[in-house]
């Protein structure tokens, strides 16, 4: 019975959405109040979860006849603590909620889809199989939409058309993708999966199954070339919703792409290397298109692609490595855990910037920041995070990912060069991550104003513990790695290798603050700080008339992915081959229609009845009627057209039956 808790932190969220919205009809106060309360008690739970799953004691509960297969839920370490850090992000985003919202127009309808998008999340990272995980994945996907869309200006709309986009197409490509695994391995259990795996004779059968589900999952990731949602919806979407979209979102999809990893392809090298291609150049890409932008939420969205690359970088990394994989699986478990944490930061920092000035764009909320320390010191932490700088969270994580690109370019033999340029992409990612975040950190902060900031209070106690409470956990985490990053990294490698369990796992102690390790992050500290100064200031930046710097996006509008490639499709080429295919099949149609008219269905002559009277209401005394009446009878649409109605009327008829029986 006590297996039920699982269900807790799935339903306590989706119910406190409606009675939040019901509340929200009456009182908006009542409303914020409840929904805040709602966030306390899912964090409460899953701290609570997480405690329990320490203990090394595992819960997992099996419901029946749910949307027909019945769904199940595990806890584990990795799960109890992806629980912690969704529920942590939810609590924190909706108190800065309150007062983030409080002049923006249907409250009522972003509280309700917000925590039914945190339901559905909680349900995709405790799920324990593949059907499970695809029903709240597409719940998250489709309550979320109203998130991207919650301003409803054309900008907004746009973004959110190519969201759901994504979010469709990836799903239906997903559901494929599990339908032939299902019918390969005759299972989607994760507990069941790799041994189907190991007894399958030929695995070469896997790899579509596995791209199709990998679509669908890498698309939410923000994985290249399915990233092109990414840096669209979170210039538009409200500030807290950004930070959910970007530090949580997309880790439901990198816990699929885990999936296929730890259970299909567990220790498959050409699987590794797939994921590795796609993960550098996600990484790369990412960072280069955040050093171009001038837009302050647009480059955290260039950031998150670039660094959700860097996790699946690791997660090629386990494939490549086989058992030596402990670098590797705890690289990618801790940045998981690293960029949403800094991300909430960073994007709710941002949040408060447009707040105040309704503005995204570096040259109008220049120097905005000076003279505010709370805020200056908070968006610092987030940034030296993310930069990977030594004492800070994010360079424990991007050292346990670099030295295990380093372990697998010793083993590579001749192929070594081909990893040793991955190792050096993997460097100059990080310094394009201290490049631009120099950036953002001197426009804000550093550079002086256009015109003087009136002096007035910013934000309030509650938005101010939102955002502090977080960012001071970096620089915690990242001076106290051995006893809380590397105990949370063995809370969660198990999960991303099941082989764990069997196998010896002496974790030999990790030198954090050697020198070999120092190495990598003051090359890519060195990369970024030349960056700045070679390219950003002389090249990114313009003097106008009276010898101010600005800045300008100097990227090329004609590379947008998505008007260069996927609209084009989507709304031209596609309307058009359905078109053509149709004319095709409707003039075939009518040809065999004649064809049969003129051979197999000639109609006899109906000779004239002229000496006979007929009342003019009379159908079957009627010459003309009755010829026409034939004609219809005899033809093929009229023959569909009965068809349609009888294959209605069956399964109407089989739905009834269904009912009856269960």
Known sequence: MSDYILLLPVLLPMTGAFASFILGRHSKKARDIFADTVGALEFLICAGLLIFSASGRELSLSVKYICGLGITFRLDGFRAVYCLIASLMWLMTTVFSNEYLAHYRNRNRYYLFTLLTCGATVGVFLSNDLFTTFIFFEIMSFTSYVMVVQDEKPGAMRAGETYIAVAVIGGMVMLMGLFLLENRLGTLSFDELRFAVEALPDRSA???????????????????????????????APAPASALLSGILTKAGVFGVLVLTSRVFLHDGLWGNVILALGTVT????AVLAVFSVDLKRTLACSSMSQIGFILVGVGMQGLLGNDNTLALWGTGLHMVNHSLIKLVLFMCAGVVYMNTHELDLNKIRGWGRNKPLLNVCFLMGALGIAGVPLWNGYVSKTLLHESIVEFTALAGSGAWIYKTVEWLFLISGGLTVAYMTKLYVAIFVEKPEKPIEKKPYMSLKSALAIAIPALALP?????????????ARLMESFMDPTLVWRDTQHTAVQWFSL??????????????AVYLFIIRPLLTRRDGSGKRYYVNLWPAKLDLEELVYRPIVEKALPFLGALVCRILDNLTDWLTAALTHTLLRQKPIPPRVDEDYEPGDFASNPHQSRTYQRISGSISYSLLLYGFGFCAAMVYLVIILIMRY
């Open 476 to 488: 915690i985490m990242g001076m106290l790695p051995s006893r809380i990053m590397a105990s949370a």
């Open 516 to 529: 070999e390790n120092l190495k990598g992050a003051l090359i890519s500290i060195s990369i970024g700080a």
């Open 206 to 236: 896997l790899y579509l199954p596995g791209a199709l589900i990998l679509t669908g999952f890498g698309a939410k990731a923000g994985m290249f070339p399915l990233h092109i949602w990414l840096p669209k919806a979170h210039p538009v």
């Open 283 to 286: 990484m790369i890409l990412g």
